[in-house]
């Protein structure tokens, strides 16, 4: 079965700023509706009906992630490529003598066919294949070859930067109970052992059992035996394993620079890997240090980043010597965005190692920005633990010293503008004058004409509310404002952003609320202010703690399976950096969030060893405890189930509960209702009655790209008590049903709730997610700018691309993810058709802007044969047919099909001229 064949992205920028305008809610409309207090008010009881009527988008209060959205990196190494064969791993009995033929009956095959085909890496134990170099051309020859099983492109798997900050996880821990695990219950993660796969670790860090002696170096034994052993030949106390599978210099996105050179030293020179193993399993050597979620569990360094990105066939490689080296847990901080099919080597590496009774924790992606159906892979897989992230519940931050208050006035950065300076003195501050906007009256400065009256040179204090951050700083800029303050228009601090109007020499910032208002009150009382800048930092309180990070990826998986799976601390998490670089540092993403899992895991497994992984799962969704939706968190909604899973974790609940629901999460598909069955257990010494409840989350719908927010309608109906006898267990029949608006590309979710009626077990939950109506509905040539109105994006065509060795190409955008990509060309006199490519799992466009190129050599396959061989001369047509995600490949109507316009084919070696020019817009490289 030939698949996945990807060329190489180029992009072309268009205007698709059209959304869906109507029916829109504004903010106080949306509070009338759904205004409730608290987490468990959201949780009514099941009365069959929708908990929360209105198919109308919701304006949020703050920007979401996509407004920010970068240009499209490349996400595939070049002339790389992952070569599956047929047989099963070892780990799942495959033999080592049918691997080994079918190497050979490749390594025959490519001979035959005169490939340039260079061998890379040997997988075999939780996935079977190579990874090989070859050229374009070459990769879609091997799609044809009956020993191959199915190619794949090597992904590029980004590295994550990090930014300086001082040591606070510890508010993190007491976000998901880690604290009280370890204190109160006595939990440390005692012989269980985590793989970090990142940039390595610092093993002389004093958090992480190192002397606190930069110059000493650990290496492994060999690369067979990765034991981590000192100059005296001493075994790392809490490193067990170790290696460096890419060595100084390497950048998978460098060409010059993206070949691996191995070694036994899996010191971390860039910090990510020392951070995340921090908040695995620090232990605090002195007052300045940190303590992580697992103090006490053994840590094994596999670093796979060095300067720069990596690949997947490294991540694969890595994956195999954890699994042989005895973790119990894998933690991967790391992601291929827009990578999906169970059938990926990372994914199906991930789902056997669980089958293989080992827990894979992942990050979920911070591809926010990318709008729906954003998890990446391996964070897809269906079997592991996905993490997205939340903001921790307090941040170190900057402040401004003014004389008449008191306390610093504490600043967050205003994202897209300059950092304020952190010496000396600013100019004057003044305030744009004052206006009325819908019934409000207030500074902030959102027209031009407010700034008539404004000093040149001074620093702005407006405030926040009723048009977006950009245009109060451009409006500041042009009065000619050198700073620009934003203070709160509600209780606590906010960073936020203004994209890219920040002009150079004008600094900003975000305040609080009450920052702002005493500033205020010194400037209308005729006071000179001014700021004194200074490089003193202190602790506030974060006022975006508790809620999901602005990057969190969005799930649900594009095979509807539920994801991401639980939610734990990923913004603004200090933890263990290099000592060379400071000891400590501040870092950001669902990259910190996946290790706070990893060590919750081995807290729950020291105290029950024999879970298996999927248990492992479950039981930290059933006491996870949902969060407010991000973007506007006092309307009441819960956030999207697809984003944050299960909700934050809370590990010493999930250690001390004696009563749990299965299957954790709910998978529902498409449709307008689903059926299940979830089962209750009940472990303790007495019978338990429960209530059922439920409360939906918010949606989303229309635009993959920049979707529309819809309040919560799915219902839920069910028994309304059941009671589970002690040391028993009993099945519950449930029927949820999908809110009903009739949009396109409509993801919902909620969550299933059982209450104990003694209000003194937890509260068992289980969430869902599900897409309304039929999802082979969704077109892949184009995307719904609004409800009504489907943008078509045809593919584009190139004869006599610049390759010399092609013939034709063609420029392909997906708005969704095709599950079955053929290119045909057809020959218009006798009709014959020829195989140009076939692929699979094939990737949506990141953004509105991006088309794929696929270029074609003028070959195919000869008959039956393996063997490649120029088609007849003569005149053709491209013909590109996607099948919709989860689509029958027998149902035509689940095709969206394309037709070149026609060109000249001429025999080999001779260059047919061009007929024309490109059939629409413009080549991609141009």
């Known amino acids: 079965m030939p698949v996945a064949v990807i060329p190489w992205l180029r992009v072309m920028t268009r205007n698709t700023d059209a959304d869906d305008s109507t029916h829109r809610f504004d903010r106080r409309t949306v509070m009338k509706l759904a205004s409730v207090a608290g987490l468990e008010a959201v949780f009514g009881t099941v009365s069959g009906t929708a908990d929360t009527s209105g198919p109308g988008p919701i304006d949020p209060d703050r920007e979401p992630p996509w407004d920010a959205r970068e240009g499209a990196p490349d996400r595939w190494v070049r002339d790389r490529w992952f070569v599956a064969f047929d047989a099963e791993p070892r780990a799942r009995g495959g033999g080592p003598s049918t691997q080994a033929n079918e190497r050979a009956q490749f390594r025959a095959d490519v001979r035959a066919e005169g490939l340039g085909v260079t061998e890379r890496h040997d997988f075999t134990r939780l996935w079977n294949g190579l990874s090989v170099t070859a050229e374009f051309g070459d990769a879609v020859a091997m799609t044809a070859l009956d020993s191959v099983a199915a190619v794949y492109p090597v992904a590029i798997v980004d590295r994550p930067e990090p930014a300086d900050a001082s040591p606070m996880l510890e508010t993190a821990l007491s976000m998901t109970g880690a604290d009280a695990a370890q204190s109160e219950l006595g939990f440390t993660g005692d012989g269980r052992s985590v793989a970090v796969i990142d940039t390595g670790i610092d093993y002389n860090h004093p958090d992480l059992g190192g002397s606190g002696d930069g110059s000493v170096v650990y290496t492994a034994e060999s690369e067979s035996d990765r034991t981590l052993t000192g100059p005296a030949g001493d075994v790392h106390p809490r490193i067990s394993h170790g290696w460096d599978y890419v060595g100084a210099g390497y950048d998978a996105g460098d060409p010059g620079a993206d070949e691996p050179n191995p070694d036994p030293d899996p010191m971390d020179p860039q910090g990510h890997g020392t951070h995340v193993s921090g908040i695995v399993a620090a232990d605090a050597a002195g007052e300045e240090g940190v303590t992580g979620v697992a103090p006490d569990a053994t840590l094994g360094a ?3 980043f060095d300067t720069g990105s990596s690949t997947a066939e490294i991540i694969v490689a890595a994956m195999e010597d954890a699994y042989a080296d005895g973790m119990d847990v894998i933690n991967m901080s790391l992601g291929a965005s827009l990578q999906w099919g169970q ?5 199906a590496a991930s789902n056997e190692l669980v089958s293989q009774g080992v827990v894979v924790v992942n990050s979920a992606g911070n591809e926010g920005e990318m709008g729906a159906w954003s998890m990446s892979a391996p964070a897809n897989a269906h079997d592991v633990i996905s993490v997205a992230s939340a903001e921790n519940t307090h941040l170190t931050a900057n402040g401004f010293e003014v004389d008449g208050i008191d306390d610093p006035v504490p600043y967050l950065e205003l994202s897209g503008a300059e950092l304020p300076p952190t010496e000396g003195e600013s100019a004057p501050l003044a305030l744009p004058a004052q206006s009325e906007i819908g019934g409000e009256t207030g500074y902030f400065g959102c027209d031009p004409a407010d700034f008539a009256d404004f000093p040149e040179g001074h620093v702005a204090l407006i405030q926040r509310g009723h048009c977006a ?14 700073g620009v303050v934003i203070f709160n228009n509600v209780a606590g601090l906010f960073s936020g952003t203004i994209a890219d109007a920040g002009v150079e020499g004008v600094w900003g910032a975000g305040i609080s609320d009450t920052g702002g208002a005493a500033l205020v009150d010194l400037l209308e009382s005729g006071e000179t202010v001014t700021f004194d800048f200074t490089e003193e930092t202190f602790t506030v309180p974060n006022p975006n703690g508790g809620l999901l990070s602005s990057f969190s990826s969005y799930g649900q998986d594009v095979e509807l399976a539920f994801g991401p799976s639980v939610t734990a601390p990923g913004g603004l998490i200090t933890s263990t950096y290099p000592l060379a670089q400071g000891g400590y540092a501040m870092l950001s993403g669902t990259s910190m969030a996946a290790p706070h899992v990893a060590g919750s895991v081995a807290l729950l497994l020291e105290a029950e060893p024999d879970l298996d992984p999927l248990d492992v799962r479950d039981r930290l969704q059933n006491v996870a405890e949902p969060q407010p939706w991000s973007l506007a968190p006092d309307i009441g909604a819960l956030d999207h189930s697809f984003r944050q899973g299960a909700g934050m974790i809370q590990v010493d609940d999930a250690i001390t509960a004696d009563q749990r629901v299965t299957p954790g999460q709910l998978s529902l598909g498409d449709g307008t209702a689903a059926e299940a069955t979830v089962t209750l257990t009940n472990d303790g010494e007495a019978d338990i009655t429960y209530e059922l409840g ?11 790209f920049s979707p529309g927010f819809y309040l919560p309608g799915s219902s839920v109906s069910g028994p309304k008590t059941v009671t589970v006898p002690a040391g028993e267990s009993v099945s519950v029949d449930l029927t949820i049903s999908a809110p009903g608006y ?7 979710g ?5 209450r104990p009626t003694d209000e003194v077990n937890d509260v068992l939950r289980i969430p869902y997610s599900g897409y309304e109506g039929d999802y082979q509905d969704l077109p892949l040539l184009g995307y719904y700018a609004a409800a009504d109105d489907f943008v078509v994006q045809e593919p584009r065509f190139q004869e006599s691309p610049d390759d010399p060795d092609a013939v034709a190409a063609v420029e392909a955008f997906f708005g969704h993810y095709p599950q079955e990509l053929h290119v045909t060309a057809v020959n218009e006199r006798t009709g014959q058709s020829f195989t140009v490519l076939e692929q699979e799992y094939a990737p949506r466009s990141p953004d509105p802007e991006t088309y794929y190129e696929y270029v074609w050599d003028g070959r195919t396959r000869a008959g039956e044969s393996d063997n490649r061989r120029p088609v ?11 099948l919709r995600a989860l689509g029958d490949p027998e149902n035509p109507d689940h095709w969206d099909t394309w037709e070149s316009p026609t060109f000249r084919v001429s025999p080999p070696g001779k260059r047919a001229p061009a007929t024309g020019e490109a059939a629409s817009g413009l080549p991609a490289d141009e």
Do not use: C, D, M, R
């Open 872 to 882: 007849p001369p003569g005149t053709y047509t491209l013909t590109v047919e996607a």
């Open 302 to 304: 596999y670093k796979i």
């Open 694 to 704: 439920h409360a939906g989350s918010v949606g989303t719908a229309v635009n993959t």
């Open 343 to 347: 059938a990926y080597p990372t994914t």
């Open 469 to 482: 951050f950009a245009q109060k700083y451009e409006n500041a800029v042009a009065a000619g404002a050198t």
């Open 750 to 754: 909620g969550y299933v709730a059982f």
């Open 742 to 748: 009739g949009l396109p590309n409509h993801q919902y």
